[in-house]
């Protein structure tokens, strides 16, 4: 297990990828990847088009299967588990183009990302006091985050208003609450949080993820094409190209490696 764990130094694992492929027909998108991702951190994970950066999340979160190789977390291999199962285990994720439910208010899609309602089960849902606590806690904590995220005041009434009502950097705050719903989450992968978002509200967003990491010890694996706003924020970057990781390490030293340039310029 060395050999992953020097991926990081001295920093503890919570994600391992040893030696993932994955094969489309005849195109290798992902080409016998070793990926750590140290706990409570907040890791980058950078690369042109085409490098493998998605197919690689979506192995990671069970959407895809590798052809070869392996995931572990917390210790627990997880390579031959479904999406639930690893749901369950607090991986979550997010989305580029986020995935919100457009006949839900704001407030019902934060409050849907808290799973086990009891209230879900046939005979305990006609016990009105083995559900109510739950959904009364879930409500309070889908405001909480609401709150922290600015959007009860950005939005007002978020009991009524529905996700179509919000510009394009709201929804991805809507989606970032929904993605702290479930109970302790301890892994979140983001894809490209704050595309398509103006400077200001990406920075916010970049900022709050950092303090969430910090202040409760979640672990935070982001793919992002802005590297000049997302450098700031990140404790530890992977590059990749082709399929690969060809660089990784401190953030800012992985952003000046010829490989990562030469990358970024079609080489």
Known sequence: MGRWFALIGPLEPILEVRGVSKYFGSLKALDGVDLVVPRGKVTLLIGPNGSGKTTLI?????????????????????TDMGAHERFRLGIVRTFQIPRLFQ?????????????????????????RSLWYGFERRSHEDALDHLDRLNLREQLGSIGDR??????????????????LMPYKPKL????????????TLAHEILS????????????????????DIAVEYAD????????????HGDPRSVLEDPRVIESYLGG
């Open 208 to 227: 709050f993820i950092k303090k969430v990491s910090v202040s409760e010890g979640v672990t935070f694996l982001i793919v992002e094409h802005r590297l």
């Open 103 to 127: 006949n839900l208010s704001i407030l019902e899609n934060t409050v849907v990302g808290r799973h086990g309602n009891p209230g879900e089960s046939l005979v305990r849902g006609l016990i």
């Open 188 to 199: 979140i992968i983001m894809d490209e949080p704050v595309a398509g978002v103006n400077p």
């Open 58 to 78: 979506n192995v990671i979160t069970g959407v895809l299967r590798p052809d070869s190789g392996r995931i572990v977390f917390e210790g627990i291999d997880i």
């Open 162 to 179: 529905r996700p179509r009502e919000l510009s394009g950097g709201q929804m991805k705050l809507l989606e970032i609450s929904r993605a």
């Open 236 to 247: 530890y970057a992977y590059a990749m190209h082709l399929g690969r990781v060809i660089a």
